[in-house]
């Protein structure tokens, strides 16, 4: 089974600042998906195949990464963006333990 | 639109029974594979269960392998868990959630509860 580590497990940004978060492989994979969820919600789609956009998710996310190293990366950070981000891999259909991203 | 509407969740004792059902509707059911996926109280996302388009495949991590059986009624439009033999960190809120053709999740329901204690 494939392990996946996100980090770091808790920040904060402000208002317009750049955002990157990290989710670690223990095995190489092909693609990373990723997903926001905002308190009482359900997890939406909201990266998958390593970088493409789900419909609806504003232009300043990306996604990158191969092999055991991926990132979500937020251009320009709004107060919308705060929630926990996910990531997960479909070979084994493991999750990350997630990343909670706050507004200052 | 593309809904999934979870239900059944509710409290039950160590070593008991459960049935969960998710209604489908806005997309043709019958040509997605289907999965769960629950939540833990400490926020851990957890996969539980996949089954192909058709209902012939199926799949399940070892944690519930034995305990739980995933299965779909295509003519209803509804996916189903059948739980047993449940334990305290079955303990989570269970997710319906539609397998995207890039093998992720690109719809996932409300959610239905399961607390198992005694």
């Known amino acids: 089974q494939i392990v996946l580590t996100q980090s770091p497990a808790i920040m904060s940004a402000s208002p317009g600042e750049k955002v990157t978060m990290t989710c670690s492989a223990s095995s190489s994979i092909s693609y990373m998906h990723w997903y926001q969820q905002k308190p009482g919600t359900s997890p939406k789609r909201w990266i998958y195949?390593?970088?493409k956009l789900a419909s609806g998710v504003p232009a300043r996310f990306s996604g990158s990464g191969s092999g055991t190293s991926y990132s979500l990366t937020i251009s320009s950070m709004e107060a919308e963006d705060a929630a926990t981000y996910y990531c997960h891999q479909r070979s084994s259909f493991t999750f990350g333990s997630g990343t909670k991203l706050e507004i200052k | 639109e593309v809904m999934l509407v979870e239900s059944g969740g509710g409290l039950v004792k160590p070593g008991g029974s459960l049935k969960l059902s998710c209604a489908a509707s806005?997309?043709?059911?019958?040509?997605?594979?289907m999965s769960w996926v629950r939540q833990t109280p400490e926020k851990r996302l957890e996969w539980v269960a996949t089954?192909?388009?058709?209902?012939?495949?199926?799949y399940y991590p070892d944690s519930v392998k034995g305990r739980f059986t995933i299965s779909r009624d295509n003519a209803k439009n509804t996916l189903y868990l059948q739980m047993s033999s449940l334990r305290s960190e079955d303990t989570a809120m269970y997710y319906c959630?539609?397998?995207?053709?890039?093998?992720?999740?690109?719809?996932w329901g409300q959610g239905t509860t399961l607390t198992v204690s005694s």
């Open positions: 195949d390593t970088s």
């Open positions: 089954i192909s388009s058709g209902g012939s495949y199926t």
């Open positions: 959630a539609r397998q995207g053709y890039d093998g992720d999740f690109d719809y």
């Open positions: 806005g997309f043709t059911f019958s040509s997605y594979a």
